[in-house]
């Protein structure tokens, strides 16, 4: 069900409660982890300070995707990219580039399907 914009009228409840955020946003149940973001290192690809973000561990990345990987013992979320030639991880939309090697300490850990902002607890 979309929503137009503005005031939406009337509401059917029926509707909205055959939503289920398992089945629109997770492919993979077993291999697929909630995470918080904390920083702003993603913000221009979409994931902000505070959303939870959706990760499948089971799916290998492709040019773009947003990753979570493991450098120096630490969870980080990086942009992949993948040129053909080369392999890097980006942060800040380029800014930060780090060159994956055959020698690189770097681990995946899985990819961002999705995420979820969330405006009051």
């Known amino acids: 069900m979309a929503l137009p914009k ?5 509401f059917d409840d029926s509707v909205a409660s055959a939503l289920d955020l398992n089945d629109l946003l997770i492919n993979s149940p077993s291999s697929t982890y909630f995470m918080k973001i904390n920083g702003d290192g993603q913000v221009n690809e979409g994931a902000e300070d505070g959303d939870i973000a959706i ?3 089971a799916l290998t990345p492709i040019n773009g995707d947003l990753v979570v990987v493991v450098i120096d013992g630490e969870l980080v ?20 580039t780090l060159l994956i090697t055959e020698h690189s300490k770097i681990e995946f850990w ?8 969330q405006f009051r607890t």
């Open 6 to 10: 503005g005031f939406a009228g009337s």
């Open 55 to 57: 990760v499948d561990r």
């Open 77 to 96: 979320l990086k942009q992949f990219q993948d040129t053909h030639t080369q392999k890097a991880l980006l942060s800040k939309s380029g800014e930060e």
């Open 110 to 117: 899985g990819v961002l399907t999705a995420s979820i902002k």
